[in-house]
């Protein structure tokens, strides 16, 4: 798909299709004036006999409109203009690429695009709609013998206001298409099975990225790790044929002496539970247990496309939960990089001792800040659903920023809290702390366990659990919280117009 801006693409665009919004009832949103006397009345015309009342979501698809250049009209209904805000325009940037893509247009001219939305920027309005379109484009059709047919669509042109700076506006564009290009790799990741999407795979895309974007990547196999002393990470390979990986990325496009971001992700390719087996139904769906290793690669994808002016530092703890005869067992005690011990109570709780070594490994990279991502708990499920992502953070102004980084790119999380009542749960007989921390409050007992790796740095830790990926007719990775991540470190570069 090419995307492309115009300035004030009127009605003399020659087009296969133009789009344009209607708010209820039947008033036309910003981009319609643009059309010339006659095509205003022959498509108020249209309007009045009832059609379209401007309903959201609702569509209507018109040829051969009088005086109008372009082959098609596509009016799409807005609702109530008063409730027009971020989610509303969103939806209508959705349901009009949607709408094309069952039709014959080759490229379409969204008009959509001049609509004003409050407190958002024209940048914003720009880069949203590039994310969104690329999203509703998305497939994934790698195992499928017959491929879907390829669509007629491959050209969007995103209208602009007469007095809007094209520079900004290009700008957003690119950033748009570069979050949605770790978006889809994030997605492509998560979909992936579990017999395909193994650590052996996640460390090569993270090689052939590297050399893709001239990226300083190393990968530590069990022998490196065993040197370390990451106990509690190689405690969850026991079971598995697969070996681990420990991959490592940097992306250097601060100054030198800059200190890093960095961001670890978790990589379970695949969560039987272990020796504390899952039960079978759903547990398909545990393909999906790296999609933070997904969503922090997808990230460093979007940067280096970018190349934004900071430092970034990428770790993937990347392992297969497996119940193998020489399995971790309930009781097991191991010793983490750090040198805590831990009491392996349960094996289904496996997130958690990967990325405890992980973040202890982070130290070295002398961190500005770091930030974990994990489908971590079911408990955060139940907490939030599938809306927001679990925020939890041993620094406010941290916190703050990636909750408005949320905010502003449609991909919101919420702050759960990290307090030292909490950590009581997770007392051990036998070692300095078990695992697990009870049902009560799973999500943030799990948190507290992460936080005793995290004391020497601001942290912030993303349980996506409930966000990565979606069950039912529409089951498939979503590619959160790339877009939050992305957002929080162009705002840190100073790129957020
Ligand atoms: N990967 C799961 C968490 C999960 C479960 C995410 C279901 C999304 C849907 C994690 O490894 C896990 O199994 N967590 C356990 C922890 C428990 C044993 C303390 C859980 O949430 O049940
Ligand atoms: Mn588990
Ligand atoms: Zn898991």
């Not at 090419?2 to 708010?23: D, L, P, T, Y």
Request: aromatic share 6%.
């Amino acid at each position: 798909m090419e995307f492309s801006i115009k300035r004030k693409a009127s009605e003399k665009q020659r087009s296969g299709c133009v789009v344009i919004g209607v708010f209820e009832t039947r008033k036309f949103a910003a981009g319609a004036d643009s059309f010339g006397k006659d095509t205003q009345r022959s498509i108020s015309e249209i309007l009045a006999r009832g059609d379209m009342d401007g309903k959201a979501g609702t569509t209507l698809l018109l040829h051969n409109v009088s005086a109008l250049p372009a082959e098609r009209l596509l009016i799409v209904g807005l609702g109530k203009e008063k409730e027009f805000h971020d989610k509303e325009y969103c939806a209508a940037i959705r349901t009009a690429v949607k709408t094309l893509n069952d039709t014959g247009t080759p490229d379409a001219t969204l008009l959509l695009t001049q609509i004003p939305v409050k407190k958002r920027s024209v940048a914003w309005r720009i880069r949203q709609a590039a994310m969104v379109a690329s999203e509703a484009l998305y497939r994934f059709d790698r195992f499928k013998s017959k491929k879907e047919a390829p669509r007629p669509l491959d050209r969007l042109i995103f209208s602009i206001d007469e007095k809007v700076k094209e520079a900004q506006a290009a700008q957003a564009l690119e950033q748009g298409l570069a979050i949605a290009e770790g978006v889809a790799l994030a997605r492509t990741l998560g979909n992936l099975p579990g017999n395909v999407c193994t650590p052996t795979h996640l460390a090569e895309t993270a090689l052939l990225m590297s050399h893709d974007h001239s990226l300083e990547c190393r990968i530590l196999e069990q022998p490196d790790m065993e040197a370390l002393g990451m106990h509690s990470l190689l405690s969850v390979t026991k079971g598995s044929h697969q070996p681990p990986k420990l991959i490592v990325v940097h992306y250097k496009g601060g100054k030198t002496g800059d200190k890093p971001v960095v961001l670890v992700g978790k990589g379970i390719t695949f969560d039987t539970g272990g020796i504390s087996l899952k039960p079978g139904e759903g547990m398909d769906e545990m393909k999906f247990d790296m999609c933070g290793a997904a969503s922090v690669l997808g990230t460093l994808k979007a940067v280096a496309l970018m190349k934004l002016p900071i430092n970034l530092t990428v770790i993937v703890p990347s392992v297969e939960n497996m119940p193998g005869g020489a399995a971790s067992k309930p009781g097991d005690i191991v010793t983490s990089l750090s040198g805590q011990t831990i009491e392996i109570l349960n094996t289904d709780a496996e997130g958690r001792l990967i990325l405890c070594d992980a973040l202890t490994y982070a130290e070295r990279f002398n961190p500005k800040a770091v930030i974990d991502v994990a489908t971590l708990t079911g408990a955060c499920v139940i907490a939030l659903g599938h809306v927001a992502t679990g925020l939890f953070a041993n620094d406010d102004e941290l916190a703050g920023e990636l909750l408005g980084a949320g905010a502003v790119a449609a991909d919101r999380a919420w702050q759960m809290p990290l307090w030292d009542d909490y950590q009581e749960q997770l007392k051990s007989n036998f070692a300095d702390m078990a695992n697990i921390g009870g049902r009560p409050a799973g999500s943030v007992t799990a948190a507290c366990f992460l936080s005793r790796f995290a004391g020497k740095f601001a942290w912030a830790h993303l349980d996506i659990a409930g966000t990565a990926w979606k069950s039912g007719a529409e089951k498939g990775a979503t590619g959160r919280p790339v877009p939050l991540l992305v957002h929080f470190l162009l705002e840190r570069a100073g790129k957020l117009h």
